[in-house]
């Protein structure tokens, strides 16, 4: 079964300082790629995916995150993040693309301290 | 998009007792249905999912079942709940994974006591 790892179960940040979270898959084939973010009291949304094409994806709210074949990865980054940046972010992996299966990671907390 | 409607969103239920978590859809036909588990720190664990009425795929053996009687209802069900079944119960949408998103409702928290 695939598996997806995320490395930071908890962040804290001050207003903004740049973000990295890492996340790592363990499929060897075609995958699609997302990540997804939680708000405090809100349901899951999409932020960015990835299908295929430029491995450098752009999604809401001044997020990003790079597709690195060779490392397994997907790191999610944005420069600057503010405290309604604040939020549970999850990575998730359909493997193999186009499958039902869509696997998510264990999360990262992100607190931004004003 | 699609709306995910869960009902009821908080449920309190003895040791043994049965379970219904209901799921229905709106705007679109067809979808790809999923039951997620979220626990804290644990992220989200794939349950079920159904890619059309009466079809159903267990991703863990458990205490739970899922049917789907209609083209856009979920249904989560337990004939006796145990304290383990206790957590956040996400049902998910989806047209396609490899051309979408998949859209969540507000979840259903299941306190088993």
């Known amino acids: 079964a695939q598996s997806v790892s995320q490395h930071n179960h908890h962040v804290i940040l001050s207003e903004a300082a740049s973000l990295e979270l890492g996340c790592n898959y363990s499929?060897?084939?075609?995958?699609?790629l997302f990540w997804y973010v939680q708000y405090p009291g809100q349901h899951l949304q999409l932020l960015l995916k990835?299908?295929?094409?430029?491995?450098l994806v752009k999604g809401i709210k001044g997020f990003e995150a790079e597709f690195i074949k060779s490392k397994f990865s997907f790191n999610l980054r944005k420069p600057s993040v503010q405290w309604s940046d604040t939020a549970e972010y999850f990575c998730?992996?359909?493997?193999?693309?186009?499958?039902?299966?869509?696997?998510f990671g264990k999360g990262t907390k992100l607190s931004v301290i004003p | 998009s699609q709306t995910i409607h869960q009902w009821p969103a908080t449920l309190v239920q003895p040791v043994g007792s049965p379970l219904s978590l209901e799921c229905t859809v709106e705007g679109t036909s067809n979808p790809n249905l999923y039951w997620y588990r979220q626990a804290a720190g644990r992220g989200l664990q794939l349950l079920f999912y159904s890619v059309g009425i009466g079809q159903i795929s267990s991703e863990v053996p458990q205490n739970l079942s899922a049917s789907r009687p209609q083209d856009r209802q979920f249904i989560l069900s337990s004939k006796k709940l145990l304290l383990s079944d206790s957590g956040f119960y996400l049902c998910?949408?989806?047209?396609?994974?490899?051309?979408?998103?998949?859209?969540f409702g507000e979840g259903s928290r299941l306190t088993v006591l």
């Open positions: 990835y299908f295929s094409g430029d491995p």
């Open positions: 998730a992996v359909n493997a193999p693309a186009g499958s039902y299966q869509l696997t």
């Open positions: 998910a949408s989806t047209r396609a994974l490899n051309t979408g998103e998949l859209f």
């Open positions: 499929y060897g084939g075609t995958v699609n």
